[in-house]
């Protein structure tokens, strides 16, 4: 089994900063992509950030393009994703996800609430 565990979410104003972490460890095996999801009450879990095992690729939704980096250090299995400019609509529950094209493993989430 893959075990993900975030850290870094919290309350902060709008154009505030705050800095994920996510930390994988287990039974990780090749090359894995890593990325971040986040859910909003009453709405869908979308897609905010992905970068591939090698690290040389990333993809962002288009509504955190410019305020949004997202990172990873391949010798600890660890992903980051900085978020600057911070708006009330990015308010949500942030999930860690790493996966390739045979399993997926989810992280249990961290809360990030923006205040306008």
């Known amino acids: 089994q893959v075990q993900l565990v975030e850290s870094g979410g919290g309350l902060v104003q709008a154009g505030g900063s705050l800095r994920l972490s996510c930390a994988a460890s287990?039974?990780?095996?090749?090359?894995?992509?890593m990325g971040w999801f986040r859910q909003a009450p009453g709405k869908q879990r979308e897609l905010v950030a992905f970068?591939?095992?090698?690290?040389?690729?990333?993809k962002y939704a288009d509504s955190v393009k410019g305020r949004f980096t997202i990172s990873r250090e391949n010798t600890k299995n660890t992903v980051f994703l900085q978020m600057n400019s911070l708006k009330p609509e990015d308010t949500a529950v942030y999930y860690c996800?790493?996966?390739?094209?045979?399993?997926?493993?989810w992280g249990q989430g961290t809360q990030v609430t923006v205040s306008s």
């Open positions: 970068i591939t095992g090698s690290g040389d690729s990333t």
């Open positions: 996800k790493l996966w390739n094209v045979v399993r997926g493993f």
């Open positions: 287990g039974r990780i095996f090749g090359v894995n992509n």
